[in-house]
């Protein structure tokens, strides 16, 4: 049968062209401002100087030349890039428990020969409604605490040690204190407290009654990160698997491209490769087209036609 890393990633694709935006500008922004601060300070501090935010500023930083040099982006927005950055390795941590960051070798690189900087527009995608409910809950969290012990909430831990929880998703304290970023801590968090915090955070979020709220887009973007089939989708929703699809390909355009291994699992494998080799042989996108050669229907090719493209970003990544 296979894996998602083995037979179908053998097929030499191409890559599909994607909005594309250059941001030059701001990637040297960010990176001339991490290094006139020699790594001292985290990324909400960054941000607020980038984004010209007098509260809360050292009066010598907003002399800086960067001050308000990034005001046509949102905060999430900047943060969403620094955190890019980093992940692409143009920044490095400098304290991994506060969260700082100084250039790395390739950053330092880049800074001394500015270049045309192109992403993909869904790499700076807003993260997902349920990070910040939990950053929220946390930080309350940490206020009680730090109230109880009577000590400044940062004396407990940082808001990045807070935002890698949400990402890395820690299950117990033993998890947590083999994390670089936790080990050694000598803040008087109760990190127990933190995490029944976060269960329940995730737990209400995901919550049959929290679901109902939101639009099919959403509750079916959540229904697909548990791990639901086709048939529970259809079911749970009482909508049409046509219906289904569409919105599939709609977390795709927008940029979910972690919905390959959910079709990967809810595909014939069979099926999966047969419109794999259509696309790649024809590079025909037309599903008319494909139905009429492959004998499937709409739905199954729609997704074969999704992951197919997914598959292409991964391969020329």
Same mark, same amino acid.
Request: glycine share 4%; net charge positive; aromatic share 12%.
């Given at each position: 049968?296979?894996?998602?890393?083995?037979?179908?990633?053998?097929?030499?694709?191409?890559?599909?062209?994607?909005?594309?935006?250059?941001?030059?500008?701001?990637?040297?922004?960010?990176?001339?401002?991490?290094?006139?601060?020699?790594?001292?300070?985290?990324?909400?501090?960054?941000?607020?100087?980038?984004?010209?935010?007098?509260?809360?500023?050292?009066?010598?930083?907003?002399?800086?030349?960067?001050?308000?040099?990034?005001?046509?982006?949102?905060?999430?927005?900047?943060?969403?890039?620094?955190?890019?950055?980093?992940?692409?390795?143009?920044?490095?941590?400098?304290?991994?428990?506060?969260?700082?960051?100084?250039?790395?070798?390739?950053?330092?690189?880049? +800074? $001394?020969?500015? *270049?045309? !900087?192109?992403?993909? %527009?869904?790499?700076?995608?807003?993260? =997902?409604?349920?990070?910040? #409910?939990?950053?929220?809950?946390?930080?309350e969290e940490r206020k009680s605490q730090a109230k109880e012990k009577n000590c400044?909430?940062?004396?407990?831990?940082?808001?990045?040690?807070?935002?890698?929880?949400?990402?890395?998703?820690?299950?117990?304290?033993?998890? +947590? $204190?083999?994390? *670089?970023? !936790?080990?050694?801590? %000598?803040?008087?968090?109760?990190?127990? =407290?933190?995490?029944?915090? #976060?269960?329940?955070?995730?737990?209400?979020?995901?919550?049959?009654?929290?679901?109902?709220?939101?639009?099919?887009?959403?509750?079916?973007?959540t229904l697909i990160l548990q791990g639901k089939?086709?048939?529970?989708?259809?079911?749970?929703?009482?909508?049409?698997?046509?219906?289904?699809?569409?919105?599939?390909?709609?977390?795709?355009?927008?940029?979910?491209?972690?919905?390959?291994?959910?079709?990967?699992?809810?595909?014939?494998?069979?099926?999966?490769?047969?419109?794999?080799?259509?696309?790649?042989?024809?590079?025909?996108?037309?599903?008319?087209?494909?139905?009429?050669?492959?004998?499937?229907?709409?739905?199954?090719?729609?997704?074969?036609?999704?992951?197919?493209?997914?598959?292409?970003?991964?391969?020329?990544?």
């Open positions: 049968m296979g894996t998602p890393s083995s037979p179908l990633i053998l097929y030499s694709l191409k890559l599909i062209k994607m909005e594309s935006i250059n941001i030059q500008n701001e990637v040297s922004s960010i990176l001339k401002l991490v290094q006139d601060l020699e790594g001292k300070f985290s990324k909400n501090y960054l941000v607020r100087i980038l984004r010209g935010n007098p509260e809360f500023t050292k009066p010598e930083h907003k002399q800086l030349p960067q001050f308000g040099e990034i005001a046509h982006w949102s905060e999430n927005k900047i943060g969403l890039l620094i955190e890019f950055l980093y992940q692409k390795e143009y920044l490095v941590l400098k304290n991994q428990q506060k969260g700082s960051y100084e250039l790395s070798r390739r950053g330092q690189k880049y +800074l $001394n020969k500015s *270049s045309e !900087f192109w992403v993909k %527009e869904y790499e700076l995608k807003p993260i =997902k409604r349920y990070y910040y #409910l939990a950053m929220k809950a946390l930080k400044s909430t940062f004396e407990l831990c940082s808001n990045f040690q807070l935002e890698q929880m949400i990402i890395q998703d820690f299950e117990t304290v033993e998890q +947590l $204190n083999q994390h *670089s970023i !936790f080990k050694d801590w %000598e803040g008087k968090v109760d990190w127990n =407290k933190m995490l029944l915090i #976060l269960r329940n955070c995730k737990k209400e979020y995901y919550s049959p009654q929290n679901l109902s709220r939101y639009s099919n887009y959403t509750k079916i973007e089939t086709i048939a529970e989708i259809l079911n749970i929703l009482n909508i049409k698997f046509s219906t289904l699809t569409k919105y599939v390909e709609s977390l795709y355009e927008n940029g979910n491209h972690s919905i390959k291994e959910w079709i990967y699992k809810n595909v014939s494998k069979k099926n999966l490769v047969k419109c794999i080799e259509y696309f790649t042989k024809t590079q025909n996108y037309q599903l008319k087209d494909a139905k009429a050669q492959l004998e499937l229907d709409y739905e199954t090719i729609r997704l074969g036609r999704i992951y197919y493209r997914i598959q292409q970003i991964t391969v020329a990544a």
